[in-house]
């Protein structure tokens, strides 16, 4: 009451203990309690909801009265303590304690049982006294929240029964709920009262002394006037002796006791005693030795200063208004359960106890269990299938409430079927970031996700890219390509040309030329490198598009100018002026070796000051003038003794060796010629070429060292001018000659002279030809250009070549003009002056002197054959061109000779013979030596349609030849003096003289050879 907890509180400010019954001690720390707490009441409770029933999780609905908030802090403080998870629902009160429940509380009411309906969890703490008890259990009971499946009932003191109000019909809610309250009965009261009376007997007044208490036995206080309003036959079955009375004695018993203990124990006088003494002694009370029994059994207090009772454990039965006692609790054993007794569960099931330590029956406190998949739904009263995105495994446990409620699929998984029993993982290159999802996304561009059960997508790294959807991996940029960015679907290209060294760049810095190309800063771009002629290692970088490329090296035998390092030229000499790869941006190498001038296309020059020597390197010029002039002197001298030599032995009959000779001075020249062909000939074919030019104006300048280079600035000209005026040498000898012979009184026989000048022209006209056609000869280089093969450093059609060539075409009319129009004029004159000019056989020896009578013609063949070995070598554009048309030249001549055996002596004719076909056979393994590097791949097309067309148009001239041969012989047939024979009959007949003389034999030998002749060839001459 109101006025005992203002008394203990001013009791309490002087220090001064009290013992009494009160509920709420908790602001009194002086108070010690003679009865069991609310808060140990609440203890047990929950120990029986986690040991003996087993269960994790209860909901607690209360009504917010003082006492039942109380109630509910001590449960869930006692709940957590054992780990049991306690979801409150809190009710408000109407007023008055243990009062109807009012309209608007009674909606709050209904809404908190409805949540725990929908709950997995059906273990339900109640904390409610009075109508409003009543209420809450048959609005529970209303909902279907009692009698189903499942559901556990418990609650306290305040559904003790006098909630009732002695009204059976509020009891069936109850029924199948289990409450616990302390244990108050007095058993021993009638024993109290006897010892009272023998050990109290001088007390005037007993405190029970006036009041007759009638508790003997099972009997009941019937007499007492507390009990109004009592039922004979109605409460005298269940109701027992349990008032305060005898609490209240206990309380004047133990401070009697402790009184007792500290006058005799501790020895303290009554007068001395403090309330200290007092509050000290009192707490002993939780020492076990200090217990000891009294009228309601065993005073023992808590370390809360709460006395330590028993508990009951009563179960509500069908038609009663008190529960059924079916266990206790103490604090030494724990629970024991009423043997024979019978527990009844909310759900209507009963069932007899046997073990007095366990309960049998005892519901699940979830609902139903369901298949997988699936799970109890309140408002359908059936199974439900788990929806999309969420799942339900198979095997639940009986308190597992997880399984009551279907689960959701957390990222990275998905359920795209209802009632599934698990998740599908995403798969990889998809992704799912939200819980519940019934699908998983694939990644986007840009993005990629290699594991499984992924709850997002990776963004690519820099270097790599993904341009679909749902990649597992990036892929590297490709080469060519680079990406700084993450997260792209595409990477960068490099700028057009421009590749990468490695996938996955992540820089255009890093885009470079590839290897086997090289920048060219005048297009921008990468340029594909000839390998034939380059080193190009690669790696120039794109961002340096503004310098050239230093990195390309000219390889062996080639070079290129400062001024355009990429115009690729073949060195004279190959590797001996061009040694090793070099690149035109070396300081500490010229492009050029061996003193050759690196700034002259072909190295083809010697630097300034410098002359090529013989062993074809460059000299650096001295001041040696004497010896340069007694060089040339020796020269001109050894020339003026081989004309005079020529003057005074080829005045003669011409014999065989000297024949012979001739011819090979012929073929050396036809090699001379053939060497400017623009082949890649082999080492040894060289130094054949090397060792005849020596005979070349060009060779004896080189081979005696001759420094013309160091007494011109430009020697390209010279050389060009020193060709075309050498062959006036042989004038200028027989000037000298001349001026010898005057000085010995002698003369000079003019018709010697024309014989020796006209054999010059003639025998040499190979050499003489070529040297004044040598401006058309060219090699083309593999930048395309057409360089003189006689003068390396010279272009052809360029300016400077426009220059010179006036002096080589006039060369070339005055020489190989004025020598074709002699040599034709005296073929045709030849056998009218034979018969008439008495000097004609001296003048024209060098014509007709090796020949024989009847081909005396063929010095013209051999005059046009020179003129066309060279025509044709100035005229080819190409390597192709230049050999089949030399062979063809070479084939047809070689072929007019052995038909005609022009010779007057077999064994020249023969040697002659050997020495074209030679020439042919070694033109036709000449074409392993063309330099294919140097011929586009256009070109090689044009060039083999145009040699095919022409192989189809020789084998229709080889099939007309032989149709002509087939038509000539008809003819023959039909007119005999049309023949051959005839025609040289007449012939013989009409220059029977000419023939005579050039023959040097008697007229009777002519007619011998003329009566060899058959039958049949003697009828045709006279018939012709």
């Keep these: 009451s109101r006025p005992s907890m203002a008394t203990t509180s001013y009791l309490s400010a002087f220090g001064v203990p009290q013992l009494a019954g009160l509920s709420n001690k908790l602001p009194f720390p002086n108070f010690f309690r003679v009865v069991s707490s609310d808060a140990q009441v609440m203890q047990v409770l929950a120990l029986m909801v986690s040991t003996t029933f087993d269960y994790s999780e209860v909901n607690m609905l209360y009504f917010d009265a003082p006492s039942q908030i109380l109630q509910s802090h001590d449960f869930v403080t006692a709940a957590n303590d054992l780990g049991i998870k306690v979801s409150p629902y809190r009710i408000p009160h109407s007023g008055q304690v243990g009062g109807e429940v009012d309209r608007v509380n009674r909606v709050k009411m209904l809404a908190s049982l409805q949540s725990i309906r929908d709950s997995t969890c059906r ?43 002695r009204d059976l019909k509020r009891a069936t809610p109850f029924e199948g709920t289990i409450y616990i309250t302390a244990s108050s009965q007095t058993p021993s009261l009638g024993t109290f009262k006897e010892l009272w009376a023998l050990h109290m007997s001088k007390t005037e007044i007993p405190e029970f002394g006036e009041r007759n208490f009638n508790c003997e036995g099972q009997h009941l206080c019937m007499n007492h006037t507390g009990f109004q309003g009592w039922k004979q036959g109605l409460h005298d079955e269940q109701l027992l002796c349990e008032g305060d009375a005898s609490l209240m004695y206990d309380a004047a018993v133990t401070l009697a006791v402790v009184l007792d203990r500290l006058l005799t124990q501790k020895n303290i006088a009554i007068e001395s005693l403090t309330a200290t003494d007092w509050m000290e002694e009192l707490q002993q009370l939780a020492d076990p030795t200090k217990f000891f029994q009294c009228l309601s059994g065993e005073i023992a207090l808590d370390v809360n200063q709460d006395r330590l009772m028993d508990m009951a454990v009563f179960n509500w039965h069908s038609g009663q208004l008190a529960g059924v006692r079916v266990g206790s609790w103490r604090n030494a054993r724990g629970f024991s359960w009423e043997i024979g007794e019978t527990v009844v569960w909310p759900s209507g099931d009963q069932m007899k106890i046997t073990n007095s330590y366990h309960l049998p029956g ?146 255009s810095s890093e885009c470079v030329c590839s290897k086997g190309t090289y920048f060219e800063r005048n297009r921008g771009a990468c340029v594909m490198c000839d390998l034939v002629f380059l080193e190009c290692p690669g790696g120039h970088l794109q961002i340096n598009s503004n310098d050239s490329d230093m990195s390309v090296r000219v390889r062996e035998g080639y070079m290129t100018l400062r001024e355009d390092p990429f115009s690729i030229y073949t060195c004279v000499d190959g590797s001996l002026r061009c040694p090793g790869s070099r690149s035109w941006c070396d300081i500490d190498r010229s492009m050029c070796a061996n003193g050759f001038d690196a700034s002259v296309m072909r190295c083809g020059r010697c630097l300034a000051d410098h002359y090529l020597s013989s062993d074809r390197m460059c000299r650096p010029c001295e001041a040696n003038t004497p010896l340069n002039v007694f060089k040339l002197v020796a020269t001109c001298v050894a020339q003026l003794v081989f004309v005079f030599y020529m003057y005074c032995r080829y005045n003669r009959p011409n014999p065989s060796g000297m024949i012979s000779a001739g011819n090979l001075i012929t073929f050396f020249q036809t090699l001379q010629s053939l060497s400017l062909l623009p082949l890649r000939w082999p080492i040894p074919t060289k130094m054949l070429f090397d060792a005849i030019n020596v005979l070349s104006v060009e060779g004896l300048t080189v081979l005696l060292e001759y420094d013309i280079d160091c007494l011109t600035s430009d020697a390209a000209i010279f050389e060009v001018v020193l060709n075309a005026i050498s062959p006036l040498v042989v004038f200028a000898d027989f000037a000298l000659l001349h001026c010898v012979f005057w000085l010995f009184r002698q003369r000079l026989q003019l018709d010697f002279v024309m014989n020796i000048i006209g054999m010059w022209y003639t ?154 076909s030679a020439l042919v056979i070694f033109l036709i393994l000449s074409t392993s030596f063309i330099d294919h590097s140097v011929i586009s791949r256009e070109y090689e097309g044009e060039q083999n349609e145009f040699f095919g067309h022409l192989l189809f148009a020789i084998i229709l001239l080889a099939v007309a030849c032989i149709a002509l041969s087939i038509l000539y012989w008809s003819l023959t047939l039909l007119c005999p003096e049309r023949s051959e024979t005839a025609s040289n009959a007449r012939i013989l007949w009409r220059f029977r003289d000419v023939m005579l003389a050039q023959l040097m034999i008697p007229e009777h030998e002519a007619l011998q050879k003329i009566s060899q002749l058959s039958q049949y060839y003697i009828q045709k001459l006279e018939s012709a």
């Design 362 to 507: 005892l519901p699940s406190g979830l609902p139903p269990v369901c298949s997988p998949g699936s799970v109890y739904n309140v408002q359908a009263s059936g199974c439900l299938l788990c929806q999309r995105g969420r799942f339900l495994p198979s095997g639940p446990s009986r308190n597992d409430t997880a399984y009551f409620q279907c689960l959701v699929c957390r990222a990275g998984t998905y359920s795209h079927l209802t009632g599934s029993t698990e998740c599908s993982v995403c798969p990889p290159g998809s992704y799912s970031n939200d819980d519940g999802a019934s699908e998983c996304f694939l990644c986007a561009v840009g993005r990629h996700q290699p594991h499984p059960g992924s709850s997002d997508c990776s963004k690519c790294e820099a270097g790599t890219f993904a341009n679909g959807t749902g990649a597992m991996n990036c892929e590297r940029c490709p080469s060519g390509k680079h990406q700084a960015n993450e997260g792209y679907a595409d990477c960068d290209a490099c700028a057009e040309t421009f590749v990468t060294n490695h996938r996955g760049a992540t820089s």
């Design 763 to 916: 025998k040499l006209f190979i050499s003489i030809s070529r040297m004044t056609m040598e401006l058309f000869f060219t090699e083309r280089m593999p930048n395309g250009k057409l360089m003189v093969k006689a003068v390396p450093d010279l272009e052809f059609d360029s300016p400077k070549w426009r220059e010179v060539i006036p002096v080589s075409m006039a060369a070339c009319a005055l020489y190989c003009g004025t020598t074709l129009v002699v040599t034709a004029r005296a073929v045709y004159q030849a056998p009218l002056w034979a018969a008439t000019c008495p000097h004609f056989t001296a003048r024209y020896r060098f014509a007709f002197g090796a020949l024989r009578p009847d081909r005396w013609w063929w010095v013209l063949v051999q005059v046009f054959f020179g003129f066309l070995t060279n025509l044709v070598l100035a005229i080819s554009s190409n390597a192709h061109a230049s050999l089949y048309l030399s062979v063809f030249v070479l084939v047809i001549f070689t072929g007019l000779e052995y038909i005609v055996l022009p010779f007057k002596y077999p064994e020249n004719n023969f040697a002659d013979l050997c020495l074209k």
């Design 123 to 165: 273990v339900v703490v109640a904390f409610a006294i009075g109508k409003e008890a009543c209420e809450l259990w048959q609005a529970a009971y209303d909902l279907g929240m009692i009698r189903a499946h499942g559901w556990v009932w418990l609650g306290g003191d305040g559904i003790d029964g006098n909630q009732l109000n």
